[in-house]
């Protein structure tokens, strides 16, 4: 075959090849056409088919609605200025208990508020754009930002950012922000009253009358003396007796283990836990007086107490201006009061042995200035001590034990100078009654000299009389040692053993223990704890003498039975009550955010009301209108989505593949059936 003929070949089946393709888009373009040509009609016939409605003119229905939820921010607004009207109220009060139980609803109620109103308004705002020309971008994202979550995620999705993206999601942090708000302003707080208080206590500078004119006092006096000997460790170690009396530290012992404040205040153990209930020690030592320059390495827990009993008192009864206490969660009072006490400054020595006690018997001076009950234990005191001396009065305590069994009959003599210390006490009482003197110093009034004790006779009231002899006050010492040293007598009848003042020494938290089988060194006791035991005898007793039913929790003022016995001053109470308390930065926080969601309902119930096209963006069987695959009847293009979504409710539908017969399959929505079969997606199937 010649180059000529195979040319000619060649252009045959290019000529061939190019008809074929021609035919090919021939028959795609008619099948286009017709496809075009079906769908247009079928719209054209959807179009045409079904009723006519006119366009919205006005909503009112929706408007009503909208306003009746546009309403509902009102109520936190009427809360926060309930609140704020109550503030600083009792808390007990019928309104106050209101607030609080809507106080704890309303972090419920206000994100259920803020997302209706808010995806409303949302809402309406993409229906208000869709009917004024928009993109598609505009409205999906407004429709995917009616929540934290899609305000976040929709942007990712669509790809659209800008702006107002961010205006959604800080809108809609409004909504945990307003639930906090809306818990949070109304709480319950402490509000605290301080008020001038009146209080009375005992004097222990009274008159010392009752030893001298009131003799059959005695088994009164002795009374109250045994039954604080007979008191448990807790009351002899304790700011408070069993009756509530206030024990007055030894201001001996805190000089010994602190520094004073600049004031000259020793802080005391009790403060330490009164702190703990009250608002703070700053706080607390501000209340009660105190200076904050304290030294913070001092020991506060070592202190002792200067009697077995301690001082009465009472708070007046008037209450003028005290709120009421129903809803009080912690009344403190605090007061100063000025007083004073033996302290006997000792110094202990064995001094001899005999087992023979005629042998110490006779070596008591019985005379005058020598009392002894009459065994094995005597006192001697400085008769000549009178108020122009100078030097303490001397007390010496012997006493033998010869009569324990085993005991080498050795003789304990404590030469000790008795002198009065004068305080003044800061006094300081908590809710629960627990009382105590808190801090204490060397009082700042004139006193007479520290030698000279109620002994001599100082009294304000002896003094102010004139009519005493030297001879009534020397009856002042004789009449009280004699008292003392046979208050008690032996534990039993037997003659062995200790007296419970002498077994005091030894076990003051028992002193009834001391019988005659034991061995008994009263000389092995150091002289500082001596001291400190000796001053509580003799405080107690005189206490007991003064006052024995003041000290036993009979303390009135104006006592008919011990008159003259009790000091008044002034103090302070304050009451601390539980109040309702707005917080007003909560306050206005929610107010902002509840005026913000009103006006954004009545914007909402604007909109709704002049919109004019139907409400679609909700409603998937708006997805339906105009489907070629969907068969349904036909109504105006002006229903609303709503109405289309329960009149198509039980339309039966699927997704998948609406030409199952065509070598390509489509994917479309519609309702299955034999007049349009409807085959399920494979993965072993392409689709167009």
């Known amino acids: 075959m010649d180059a000529r003929s195979i040319a000619e070949s060649q252009k045959g089946l290019r000529t061939a090849a190019s008809s074929i393709r021609m035919d090919r888009l021939d028959q795609k373009r008619r099948e286009t056409a017709f ?71 309303n972090p419920t109620a206000f994100p259920i508020v803020f997302t209706l109103l808010s995806a409303k308004f949302i809402k309406s705002v993409a229906n208000w754009k869709l009917e004024r020309s928009t993109s598609v971008g505009t409205i999906q994202s407004l429709l995917g930002s009616r929540s934290l979550a899609t305000s976040i995620i929709t942007p990712f999705k669509i790809g659209v950012f800008n702006f107002a993206v961010l205006i959604g999601i800080a809108f809609w942090l409004l909504d945990p922000v307003g639930g906090q708000a809306s818990l949070r302003l109304a709480t319950r707080d402490s509000n605290s009253t301080t008020l001038d208080a009146n ?69 005391i153990a009790e403060l330490v836990n009164a702190s703990e209930s009250s608002t703070s020690t700053t706080a607390l030592d501000q209340f009660l007086g105190l200076d904050n320059d304290a030294d913070p390495s001092a020991d506060v827990t070592a202190s002792a107490y200067a009697s077995l009993v301690g001082m009465p008192f009472l708070q007046e009864s008037s209450s003028d201006g005290v709120p009421s206490t129903a809803s009080a969660v912690n009344i ?54 009178t108020t122009n001396s100078t030097q303490p009065r001397a007390v010496v305590f012997t006493s033998w034990n010869g009569h324990s069994s085993g005991s080498n009959g050795d003789i304990t003599t404590a030469t000790c100078q008795l002198t009065t210390t004068y305080i003044e006490a800061n006094v300081y009482c908590a809710t629960n009654s627990s009382c105590s003197i808190l801090a204490m110093r060397a009082s700042l009034l004139d006193h007479p000299k520290p030698s000279l004790t109620q002994l001599d006779g100082i009294a304000p009231t002896w003094n102010a009389t004139s009519n005493h002899t030297q001879s009534e006050r020397h009856a002042i010492p004789e009449l009280f040692f004699s008292g003392l040293i046979n208050a008690t007598g032996n534990e039993t009848d037997e003659t062995g ?98 005026i913000v969601l009103f006006l954004a309902g009545m914007a909402t119930a604007y909109l709704d009301a002049t ?73 072993e199937r392409r689709y167009r």
């Open 497 to 594: 053993g200790l007296s419970p003042i002498e077994c005091y020494f030894l076990h003051p938290e028992d002193p009834y223990s001391c019988d005659g089988n034991g061995q008994y060194t009263l000389y092995s006791i150091r002289n500082d704890l001596f001291s400190y035991r000796a001053t509580q005898l003799l405080n107690t007793y005189w206490l007991a003498n003064i006052a024995p039913f003041s000290v036993t929790g009979n303390f009135k003022p104006n006592n008919t039975r011990e008159s003259g016995v009790s000091r008044a001053v002034q103090g302070q109470v304050r009451v601390e009550t539980t109040v309702l308390r707005c917080h007003t930065h909560w306050m206005i926080l929610l107010v902002a955010i509840s």
């Open 35 to 105: 496809t075009k040509e079906l769908t247009i009609g079928e719209a054209s016939r959807d179009i045409s088919d079904g009723s006519t409605r006119p366009g919205h003119h006005r909503n009112y229905g929706a408007a009503v609605f909208d306003l009746i939820v546009a309403a509902l921010p009102l109520y936190f607004v009427a809360f926060a200025f309930l609140a704020y009207a109550q503030n600083g109220t009792r808390v007990d009060l019928p309104l106050n208990q209101v607030l609080l139980k809507m106080a704890s609803f």
């Open 199 to 267: 209080f009375d206590y005992l004097d222990i500078n009274t008159s010392p009358f009752g030893l001298l004119d009131a003799p059959s006092r005695l088994a009164s006096i002795n009374g109250a003396f045994n039954a604080a000997l007979l008191s448990p460790a807790s009351s002899k170690n304790g700011s408070q007796d069993l009756y509530g009396n206030l024990q007055v530290p030894l201001l001996e012992v805190l000089k010994d283990s602190q520094k004073a404040d600049s004031n000259g205040w020793y802080r």
């Open 332 to 385: 403190e009072t605090q007061f100063s009061m000025e007083s004073s006490y033996f302290y006997a400054d000792c110094s202990v020595e064995q001094s001899g042995s005999t087992e023979d006690s005629n042998d110490f018997a006779s070596s008591i001076d019985t005379g005058r200035g020598v009392v002894s009950n009459g065994r094995q234990f005597s006192m001697s005191y400085d008769q000549n001590h």
């Open 611 to 683: 919109r004019k096209i139907p409400d679609v963006l909700d409603y998937f069987a708006n997805s339906l209108q105009y489907n070629p695959y969907v068969h349904v009847e036909r109504v105006s293009s002006m229903e609303e989505g709503a109405e289309r979504a329960r009149r198509l409710k039980d339309l039966r539908i699927q997704m998948g593949d609406v030409r199952p017969d065509d070598p390509a399959g489509y994917i479309a929505i519609g309702t299955p059936g034999y007049k349009q079969p409807i085959r399920m997606v494979s993965a």
